[in-house]
């Protein structure tokens, strides 16, 4: 019997020192995040932009095509930006973990391919829609081509700048301004200058946009 109490206060014990700990994560990253917004600093330059010039609401999307984290955040932000559309303008962001994500480099390139012929959107979402298919492959580029054709992208220029890689150092560039500005994983959208971390369900996404466009 004192054997079994041990146990149950051991697996307790271990319970609540892991949420603590989860607890702790997460605020670490949101205090970083929010500790000083005055040092937040974005370049828009040349990144994909959904939504008005003139919009006085900016949400900066900083994501990973190959994290799960961020597929699941797919939802609420596509509810989002369907919204929200006419009012706010959606920057995106890459922000690849290669260290944990070996292919996320290069999905992002192939993204930024499938921009050059205006298809930025559709590619990444067709990325995050078949993550699976495609994430742990060890040459993925296969892959990337056949999106492209599904989407009718011509094959021969999205493979050309595919093979020449020249979006990889604006991506590098993306990489460091998220890091710049206290970025450490992925998901991070940042409403005007509040961060979201991780997943938004659609009534946060709903407060936090109309608290910005009251605001203005």
Known sequence: MESDQAKKIFLLSTIVLGVFVVLGLVWAVSAELGGDKKTLSFNDDNDPIMGPGEAKVVVRIFSDFQCPACQAAEAGLKYAMDTYKDQVRFVWNDFPLQALHANALRAAEAARCAEVQGKFWEYRERLF???????????????????ADALGLDANNFSSCLDSREYQNKIMDDLRE???????????????DKALVGAQDNDVWDREIQQQLTAQ
Do not use: H
Not at 129 to 147: G, M, T, V
């Open 178 to 192: 998220g890091q710049a500005n206290g970025v450490q994983a992925t998901p991070i959208f940042f409403v005007g």
């Open 129 to 147: 829609a078949d993550q699976a298919a495609w994430e742990n492959l060890p040459d993925p580029l296969s892959k990337f081509r056949a999106y």
